[in-house]
C-alpha cells in the first residue's frame, strides 16, 4: 500500500507544478563583477524600452491632441508663427502659418526628432530610476539623501530653463530675421528651425546649473563665501561674455540669460554666506590658521635634570636637625592648653635615649 501510494502515476492531460525556488535575498547588496555587468544591461535594456516607448507615444502627440492638449508641431513652431507676417512667408493655399521641407524625408525626420525628444522627456522618471537603481547600492544612507536632493534641483533647474528660453525665443528670432530684411526675405526649413530652437533649449537648460555647482562647491568646503563676496563685479562680466558666447547673435537671448544667471549666482551667494556662518560657530579657532603658519618661536630644552639636582639620601631612622624655631613652635604647639579654674600642671623633662633607642648611644651603629 505504502508502494502504490508513493509510485501512483499522475492522471493523464495534467503538468506537474514545480515550485520554483527563490533567489535569496542580497541585504548587502554586494556583487561580483559579473553580477555587476548583468545588472548594468538589464538597467540599460529597461531604459531603452522606456524611451522606445516613449518615442511612440511623442510621434503619434506630433499630430494629434490628446486630452485636449496642443500637438507638439504647434508648440515646435509656436515662436516661428508669433513673429509679423512681414518677416515669414507663407506660401501655404490657406495662408497658414507653415514651415518649408526642401527633401522628401524632412517631414518624417522632423517628426521623428521631435517624437524622440519628447519620449525621452515623458520617460525620464522611468529610465532615472534605472540610472538610480543600479547606482543607489553603492552610496551610504547620507550620501542618497544629498544625491536625491541635487537631482532634483538639477532637474528643475533645467526645467526653468527650457521654459524661459520658450519664451524668449520669439524675441531673437524676430532681430534675426529683421537684419537685412529690406533686400531679402528667410523662409526657415523644418530642420534649420529644430536646430536653432534644441540649441537654445540646451543651452539655458545647462547654463541654469551654474548656481548649482557654486552650492555643491560650499558644501563640500572648496568655495567660501570670503573668497568671492568682493568679486561680484568680475562674476558679473564673465556671465555676461559666456551668455554671448553660448546663446545666438541676438542681445535679447543674451541679456534674458545673463539676468536670469545673475539672479541665481545672487541666491547662490546668500546660501554661500548662511552656510558659511552656520559652519564657523561650530568651527573651532584652530582649524581657522593655515597649514603652513608656525605656532610660534620654539625654543630648545635644557638637560634632563639640570633643575631639579637629586640629593643623596641620609641614614635610616636618622632625623636631620631641627631648626630653633621649628622646634619652638613645635613645642609651642605641643603644649596643652590651660583651662580656668585649674592650676598648671607641670610638664614632664623629657626623656633621655636610652642606648638601643634611636638617638641613643648605638645611633652611630645603624
Known sequence: MVGSRLQSPQPA?????????????????????VEHLQELRRRLILAVA???????????????????????GELLRGPYCSLPEHLRVTASPDGECRLLATRAMEMFMLRLKVGALAGMVLSSPFWLYQIWA???????????????????????????????SYFFMSFGLEFLLSVGE???????????Y???????????????????????????????????????????????ILAAIATPADPYSMMAMSLCL?????????FCRLNDRRRDKRRPEWMDFDDEQGSG??????????????????????????????????????RPTPQPGLAAQPSPPPATPGPGTPGGAFDDVL
Not at 64 to 71: E, K, Q, R
Not at 216 to 239: H, P, Q
Request: proline share 7%; no cysteine; aromatic share 12%.
Open 50 to 72: 522606456f524611451m522606445a516607448a516613449g518615442t511612440v507615444v511623442g510621434f503619434i502627440w506630433y499630430g494629434t491632441a490628446p486630452f485636449g492638449l496642443p500637438p507638439l
Open 262 to 270: 545673475w539672479l541665481l549666482v545672487e541666491l547662490a551667494y546668500q
Open 194 to 240: 529644430y536646430n536653432y530652437f534644441i540649441a537654445l533649449i540646451i543651452v539655458f537648460g545647462v547654463s541654469f546649473e551654474v548656481p548649482l555647482i557654486i552650492v555643491m562647491l560650499n558644501l563640500m568646503g572648496i568655495l567660501r563665501y570670503e573668497a568671492i563676496k568682493g568679486k561680484r563685479s568680475i562674476i558679473a562680466i564673465a556671465l555676461m
Open 297 to 334: 618661536p620654539v625654543h630648545a630644552s635644557g638637560p634632563i635634570g639640570a633643575s631639579d639636582p637629586v640629593v643623596a639620601s641620609g641614614p635610616v631612622g636618622a632625623s636631620g636637625p631641627v631648626a630653633p624655631s621649628a622646634a619652638a613652635g613645635a613645642s609651642a604647639s605641643s
Open 134 to 164: 543600479f547606482i543607489v547600492p553603492g552610496l551610504e544612507k547620507r550620501e542618497r539623501r544629498w544625491t536625491y536632493i541635487f537631482v532634483s534641483i538639477a532637474a528643475l533647474l533645467f526645467v526653468a530653463g527650457a521654459v524661459m
Open 182 to 192: 529690406e533686400y531679402q526675405q528667410t523662409w526657415l526649413t523644418g530642420g534649420d
Open 13 to 33: 492531460g495534467k503538468r506537474v507544478k514545480v515550485k520554483r525556488q527563490r533567489k535569496p535575498k542580497n541585504p548587502t547588496g554586494e556583487m561580483t563583477l
